[in-house]
């Protein structure tokens, strides 16, 4: 098979804050759908925290765990303990990566695409999304939300890595 094509999907506060507490600091439903839409059918690669966080295993999607963890296993979790081995698990033409913070720390360099939501805000927060060199990436889509009621201002934005 053909390399997969590796994507991230995250929301991004202006701040750089991803998650406090195991939380988003943020109920944005736009985002949450469009989440959703992107991941739909699409193996999903995710850390320990991130998978606990979930309501639930989503459907429709597999949930690939990477953790250093090696007894740890939960009804719906693939668990692998290397960047390899979840790639290979996955077997797909696509592959998102849903984070948290370390797990996209260590796929960035792989990534093809990243599936930003820039969050007008600036939320407390204990996670951050990694540093990226914005000269490797280009622009090819933004889509601008207004703020609106108690839901932050925020802008759907799809990266490339530049060739």
Do not use: C
Request: proline share 7%; net charge negative.
């Amino acid at each position: 098979m053909n390399r997969s094509e590796v994507f991230i999907a995250v929301a991004v506060a202006d701040n750089g804050v991803i998650g406090n507490a195991g939380t988003l600091p943020w109920h944005i439903p736009a985002d949450l759908r469009r989440f959703k839409a992107l991941t739909m059918g699409h193996p999903m690669v995710m850390g320990r925290k991130t998978f606990e966080s979930l309501p639930g295993v989503l459907p429709g999607r597999r949930h690939i765990v990477l953790t250093r963890s090696t007894g740890w296993a939960e009804e719906g979790a693939e668990v692998v303990h290397s960047i390899e081995e979840a790639l290979r698990l996955a077997n797909a033409p696509h592959v998102a990566v849903v984070g948290g913070a370390e797990i996209y720390r260590l796929f960035l360099p792989l990534a093809d695409r990243i599936e930003w939501t820039e969050i007008q805000a600036s939320p407390q927060g204990d996670t951050r999304f990694p540093d990226i060199d914005r000269d490797d990436w280009r622009e090819s889509f933004r889509e601008h939300h207004p703020a609106e009621g108690r839901v932050p201002g925020f802008d759907f934005v799809t990266l490339l890595r530049n060739p």
